[in-house]
């Protein structure tokens, strides 16, 4: 039975109407428990090059959320670059190779990146590269 007192510790900490992310760093356990925002894949790239989040599983999952805040920061501001289907696709390939690249052997990793980029392209096809960052944004 866990008392009313009781504190659950959370790795992520996600708003998606915000849109927020927060993970918490794993270097820092046991003795200090601190989040870091991530507010775009390039700081989701760093936190999990920097090992300050662990576990296949909330690595992949840690990759996707910050690019669906950085894809939901980019869509509300009306980036030019993101409204032909062609240039979004390519936005969101680029992000998920470089997230890709931030641990080389994380097969969760890349079956996540790898999904989202085949859907992008597949999409693109059908001239709705800009959907798929909309799916992005509903995560």
Request: with cysteine; charged share 25%; aromatic share 4%.
């Amino acid at each position: 039975m866990t008392s009313p007192h009781h504190h659950s510790l959370q790795s992520i900490l996600y708003d998606a109407e915000t849109p927020r992310l927060r993970v918490l760093d794993q270097l820092l356990l046991p003795t200090r428990t601190e989040y870091i925002e991530v507010r775009n894949s390039r700081e989701g790239w760093d936190t999990i090059k920097t090992m300050r989040v662990r576990g296949a599983p909330l690595i992949a999952i840690v990759a996707m959320l910050s690019l669906a805040v950085e894809a939901k920061v980019a869509l509300s501001g009306r980036v030019e670059e993101l409204v032909v289907a062609e240039d979004a696709v390519q936005w969101l390939i680029e992000r998920l190779k470089l997230l890709k690249s931030s641990r080389p052997t994380a097969v969760n990793l890349f079956r996540a990146c790898d999904s989202a980029e085949e859907l992008g392209k597949k999409k693109k096809r059908e001239n709705m590269g800009v959907v798929v960052l909309r799916l992005f944004c509903v995560l």
